[in-house]
């Protein structure tokens, strides 16, 4: 089965500094990859995503990278933000019928 | 104009009750789902509806059982509440094209 693994669970980042969260998946057959975030108090909220014949997405302060050959896809987040402290998780998968895995998540604290 | 609802957003019960978590989706989406979150915050599916039909039945205990009236609602009844059944519990939608739309969650706590 689907085997997800992200890294790391925690990160911690000065305000106006980037951070990299990585995503590594097991099932070659997984076509779409997306990133979804979790404020306190709420529901898993999708930021980006992207699909299998594109390798890259960016959107204003965010970017997703896609490398299939290594089966792994990472979100970017430049110039951080108080507002970007949350829960990050990936979630990759082949359709929406298969089983979803979500990664283990991770805590991004944005120091000011 | 809230897209995926769910209530209660907190439930608090004995040990050996039986309760509800209602979902309601105004996205017209045909998937649906059910998430158990726990304190580690890890995210794990229990079901996924599509049109009213079960297509995915993860391994969870048959205590928990959902249904789906319709394709905007898909309800979870959990039998004889243990301890260990305590967290949070989300309903999601979907279109099918990958995106998932997550409610609120309700927080369980079975004392």
């Known amino acids: 089965g689907e085997n997800v693994e992200q890294h790391p669970s925690t990160l911690s980042v000065q305000e106006g500094d980037s951070a990299v969260i990585k995503c590594t998946y097991s099932?070659?057959?997984?076509?779409?990859f997306p990133w979804y975030k979790q404020e306190l108090g709420k529901g898993p909220q999708l930021i980006i995503d992207?699909?299998?014949?594109?390798g890259e997405k960016k959107d204003q302060r965010i970017a997703v990278t896609l490398n299939k050959t290594a089966k792994h896809f990472s979100l970017h987040i430049t110039e951080t933000q108080p507002e970007d402290s949350a829960v990050y998780f990936c979630?990759?998968?082949?359709?929406?019928?298969?089983?979803?895995?979500f990664g283990s998540g991770t805590r991004l604290s944005i120091r000011p | 104009d809230t897209a995926v609802s769910q209530t209660p957003k907190y439930l608090v019960t004995q040990m050996g009750n039986d309760k509800s978590i209602k979902c309601e989706q105004n996205?017209?989406?045909?998937?649906m789902y059910w998430y158990k979150q726990d304190s580690k915050k890890f995210l794990k599916i229990m079901f996924s509806?599509?049109?009213?039909?079960?297509?995915i039945n993860e391994t969870v205990p048959n205590r928990f059982s959902p249904k789906s009236p319709d394709k905007a609602h898909l309800n979870l009844h959990i039998n004889s509440l243990e301890l260990g059944d305590s967290a949070v519990y989300f309903c999601?939608?979907?279109?099918?094209?990958?995106?998932?739309?997550f409610g609120p969650g309700t927080r369980l706590t079975v004392l």
């Open positions: 996205l017209g989406h045909d998937t």
């Open positions: 992207i699909r299998s014949n594109v």
């Open positions: 509806y599509n049109n009213k039909e079960l297509i």
């Open positions: 099932d070659s057959a997984s076509n779409y």
């Open positions: 979630a990759p998968q082949y359709s929406s019928a298969s089983k979803i895995i």
């Open positions: 999601a939608s979907s279109t099918g094209n990958g995106e998932q739309f």
